[in-house]
């Protein structure tokens, strides 16, 4: 899969950019606060119109501009594809395939797949579970177009269920569709958590393997997919077992629920645990270990990719190598190959010596191989 041309217009801090990039390893370099990263944002948002950066659509938008849009040249799945995207500070946002309009964002899924490591994915490790779901939520969607669209439905019977659980005690007739919505939830729910627990079997056995690569043998990484107590190996469980489970859960939650006015059972409070040596990540790691963690989950993350469509997704590495030590810098940066490969660096770390990429200078907005 390979980005082979890139167009900005009123995207960030650029107001017209346009720009090709080799199948290989690109380095995009310049001083800070010039455009790098946005670069990479663009790139992302491609993938499932999602910024890794804001929640807020209108925040991609340059300042001296109404509207903005992101448009790009792919290769993959054996096929070309022209991909745009166009924000309007006072509309929705128009999705484009091959000059198609779409209706969801979830009709990008498999067309450009990326895999992004950047500094705020160490909240991913050390922050709250709602972090690590969401990167299971991001990496999963890309991979399967129904699993976006179940997101949504969970959402939606989510948001339903606590505002029954909120107002029924002024309005007590709200207690009797309770019960429908939770079937609703706990069906919705088991498609989400066998999704789930089958990505994540993989994912535990390709993040042991590169942590344990990363850092010299020395440390032994174990993610672990959990749900709801009532169900103890999600990544052996059949969709019944797991909507047995998540009823079962319910009911012992019923009563917690109504008193504090809570949704306190389901999908929504899924986790990822991990340890290093056996000691949780969260509490005893280094910034070194929860940096190699991260990473490690990400590129683990790409090998499933890889594995499912055949094909490399699109890898775009932004401050990869800060509080590495040199021996686990070197290692990134020679592991880093096939597939294309995108690397932010500040002038004067010189990676592009050690990479031999292609060389990508960002200087206010404005882009120059």
């Known amino acids: 899969m390979v980005i082979k041309q890139l167009e900005l217009n009123g995207f960030r801090n650029y107001g017209y950019a346009k720009t090709g990039f080799s199948p290989g390893i690109n380095v995009i370099t310049g001083k800070n606060a010039q455009g790098k ?81 950047c500094p705020g994915d160490l909240d991913m490790i050390k922050g709250a579970a709602s972090e690590r779901r969401r990167f299971m939520d991001l990496a999963i969607a ?47 729910g088991t498609e989400l958590i066998f999704y789930r627990a089958a990505w994540c079997k993989k994912l535990s056995g390709f993040a042991s393997q590169m942590h344990r690569e990363i850092s010299g043998g020395s440390e032994n990484l174990s993610v672990r997919y959990k749900t709801v107590s009532t169900l103890d190996n999600p990544e052996e469980s059949k969709p019944s077992e797991i909507f047995k489970a998540l009823t079962e859960h319910q009911r012992q939650y019923r009563k917690v629920e109504l008193d504090s006015g809570l949704c306190l059972s389901g999908a929504h409070k899924d986790e990822l645990e ?11 790691a280094s910034q070194g270990q929860i940096r190699t963690c991260a990473l490690s989950l990400k590129l683990a993350e790409r090998e499933i990719s890889c594995n499912d469509m055949g094909e490399y997704p699109v890898l775009l590495l932004d401050d990869v190598l800060s509080e590495l030590d040199l021996d686990r810098q070197d290692f990134m940066l020679n592991k880093i190959t096939g597939g294309q490969v995108f690397i932010t660096c500040c002038e004067g770390e010189n990676i592009e010596k050690k990479t031999g990429g292609t060389i990508i200078r960002v200087h206010a907005g404005s882009i120059k191989q």
Request: proline content about 1%.
């Open 37 to 117: 990263t946005n670069l990479l944002e663009a790139m992302y948002y491609l993938s499932g119109a999602k910024s890794f950066r804001t929640r807020k659509d209108r925040e991609l938008i340059n300042f001296l501009s109404d509207e903005a849009s992101v448009e790009a040249d792919i290769w993959g799945n054996g096929r070309d594809y022209r991909l745009n995207i166009r924000l309007s500070r006072t509309s929705r946002k128009k999705i484009t395939i091959n000059g198609v309009r779409k209706k969801t964002a979830s009709e990008l899924s498999g067309k450009l797949c990326t895999v992004l490591f």
């Open 142 to 188: 890309q991979l399967r177009p129904k699993y976006a669209l179940l997101l949504t439905e969970y959402g939606r019977i989510y948001e339903h269920k606590t505002r029954i659980l909120r107002d029924y005690k002024e309005k007590p007739d709200l207690l009797e569709v309770l019960d429908d919505f939770n079937i609703k939830l706990a069906k919705t």
């Open 274 to 284: 991990m340890t290093i040596n056996d000691a949780a990540v969260r509490v005893f």
